[in-house]
Nanobody, 124 residues
Framework: QVQLVESGGGLVQAGGSLRLSCAAS????????VGWFRQAPGKEHEFVAA????????LYEDSLKGRFTISRDNVKNTAYLQMNSLKPEDTAVFYCACRNGPEESHDSLEYDYWGQGTQVTVSS
C-alpha cells in the first residue's frame, strides 16, 4: 500500500511557475510508475504527465508539452511536476497517482493509489 501526499499548489499569476511534489510512503514506489492528473471545476479528470519507474521515460498530454515537466527522485520517494508559463486554464486540483507496474500510462484506470490533491489557481 502506497500513501501519496501532494504539495506545492497555490495561487500564482499567469506566466508564473509552480513545482508540485508528490511524497510517497509505504509500498514499492521506486518500482512504480507515477502519473499526474488534474480536474478543473465542471470538467473531466484529465491526464497531465507520467513517468516510468526509473524516471527515464515520460508521457505528456500533448497540449502541455514544453510547459510541464515530470520527474522523480527514488531516493527521496518523491515525484515532481514543474509547471511553467502557467495560464488561467491550468487552474485545477492536481493529483498524483502511482501504479503497480513500472511503465508509465495516460490511463487513470491503470493507477492504483491516489493522493488527496493540491489546488493550483492561476490568476489572469
Amino acid at each position: 500500500q502506497v500513501q501519496l501526499v501532494e504539495s506545492g499548489g497555490g495561487l500564482v499569476q499567469a506566466g508564473g511557475s509552480l513545482r508540485l511534489s508528490c511524497a510517497a510512503s509505504g509500498g514499492t514506489f521506486s518500482r512504480s510508475a507515477v502519473g499526474w492528473f488534474r480536474q478543473a471545476p465542471g470538467k473531466e479528470h484529465e491526464f497531465v504527465a507520467a513517468v516510468n519507474w526509473r524516471g527515464d521515460s515520460t508521457l505528456y498530454e500533448d497540449s502541455l508539452k514544453g510547459r510541464f515537466t515530470i520527474s522523480r527522485d527514488n531516493v527521496k520517494n518523491t515525484a515532481y511536476l514543474q509547471m511553467n508559463s502557467l495560464k488561467p486554464e491550468d487552474t485545477a486540483v492536481f493529483y498524483c497517482a502511482c501504479r503497480n507496474g513500472p511503465e508509465e500510462s495516460h490511463d487513470s484506470l491503470e493507477y492504483d493509489y491516489w493522493g488527496q490533491g493540491t489546488q493550483v489557481t492561476v490568476s489572469s
